[in-house]
């Protein structure tokens, strides 16, 4: 039983980790630049950009609750995983690190779906009579972008983390 336990904790973590990280390839590399080709305004691409990005943060936020009780059942399993503040092995250390950057992952990700993005669709749906507000609503929105760029990289390096905390 444990055997069909651990291949689906990882079977789903990876799942899920392809759901996110590949999600953040797939937009920042694949469709905001071919939206950005195609689409002839910015109100356009600003349209069908929010709209992908409702749909994929619901999926995001599934992914990151599979990847917490997957990670505790694997991390359970996990043999050379002896505890959370242990730093006797290097694994220990590897896994450490690499959660700390979830965490990052996580905060940033949270932080733009509660936060900032109410944020900057209020000043969107105000009546933009001065420009001060158009400004501060397209700084918020390159902040945002520019977050999600810092998620990606931060995904590139826990997937690092992962290959090697694997191999060790």
Same mark, same amino acid.
């Given at each position: ?8 904790s990882n079977f789903l973590h990876i799942l899920a ?39 994929? !943060? ?23 995983? !002896? ?41 969107? !749906? ?26 990606l990289v931060l995904g ?5 983390? !992962? ?6």
């Open positions: 039983m444990n055997l069909v336990i651990q291949s689906l980790t392809v759901v996110w990280i590949g999600g953040i390839v797939m937009i920042l590399l694949v469709i905001l630049p071919g939206a950005k080709v195609v689409l002839e305004s910015k109100s356009l691409v600003s349209k069908l950009m929010k709209d992908i990005s409702k749909r994929f !943060t619901f999926m995001a936020n599934i992914s990151i609750i599979v990847l917490i009780i997957t990670g505790i059942i694997i991390t359970k399993y996990n043999k050379n995983f !002896t505890g959370f503040l242990d730093f006797d092995n290097y694994v220990n250390i590897v896994i450490f690190i690499k959660h700390l950057f979830v965490a990052a992952m996580v905060i940033i990700h949270f932080y733009r779906g509660l936060i900032l993005n109410p944020r900057i669709v209020g000043l969107s !749906t105000q009546i933009i009579e001065s420009s001060e507000l158009s400004s501060k609503a397209a700084r918020l929105q390159i902040f945002s972008l520019n977050l999600v760029k810092t998620n590139l390096v826990v997937l690092l983390l !992962t290959g090697i905390s694997s191999s060790l």
